[in-house]
Nanobody, 124 residues
Framework: QVQLVESGGGLVQAGDSLRLSCAAS????????MGWFRQAPGKEREFVAV????????NYGDSVKGRFTISRGNARNTVYLQMNNLKPEDTAVYYC?????????????????WGKGTLVTVSS
């Protein structure tokens, strides 16, 4: 089982940038496809960005395309989410997810493991 710990959330103004990090431990990080999801108050959890085991493939939710970038450092067992031009509607708890896979290029939207989340608040 992999353990995930998110960090980097905070209170920012519209137009600012933040970088979230998710540190993984307990298993071989490069065996896992990873993703970022978010849940705003009163809403269901939604997909933000996913990345394959190798980092060679990514996909983004429509609301963040062109503003957010997911990346991973397998040597550091960490996945990142660079968020630029933040908007008040990006306010949410951001969760890191992981799914073990044998396929280096596969992307997943249903994760097996989750972190506890980090809160991002964007003021207007």
């Amino acid at each position: 089982q992999v353990q995930l710990v998110e960090s980097g959330g905070g209170l920012v103004q519209a137009g600012d940038s933040l970088r979230l990090s998710c540190a993984a431990s307990g298993r071989t990080f490069s065996d896992y496809a990873m993703g970022w999801f978010r849940q705003a108050p009163g809403k269901e959890r939604e997909f933000v960005a996913v990345i394959s085991r190798s980092g060679g493939r990514t996909n983004y939710g429509d609301s963040v395309k062109g503003r957010f970038t997911i990346s991973r450092g397998n040597a550091r067992n960490t996945v990142y989410l660079q968020m630029n031009n933040l908007k008040p509607e990006d306010t949410a708890v951001y969760y890191c997810g992981a799914r073990n896979t044998n396929y280096e290029g596969a992307l997943y939207y249903d994760m097996a493991y989750w972190g506890k989340g980090t809160l991002v608040t964007v003021s207007s």
